[in-house]
């Protein structure tokens, strides 16, 4: 886990590419805001208002383009 935290931090260091890229391969949870009740809150008030869907916890994940079956 060490290693890739390390991983991710020099990826945002280096303009965050490979750190999606990663993410995508592992299937890493994908969190749209702070983590605390507050902030969800406000970024579904907001998202609500812009016309966006509400924030649904923990069903949002980075994921790789599926390739269609030949």
Do not use: H
């Not at 060490?2 to 990826?11: A, D, E, V």
């Not at 749209?32 to 649904?56: H, M, P, Q, V």
């Amino acid at each position: 886990m060490k290693g890739l935290l390390i991983g991710l931090t020099i990826g945002v260091k280096m303009g965050g590419g490979r750190m999606y890229e990663i993410s995508k391969e592992e299937n890493f949870y994908k969190q749209e805001y702070c983590a605390c009740i507050y902030s969800l809150r406000d970024t579904n008030f907001w998202r609500e208002k812009s016309g966006r869907e509400k924030i649904a916890i923990c069903e949002n994940f980075y994921q790789k383009k599926l390739e269609p079956e030949s």
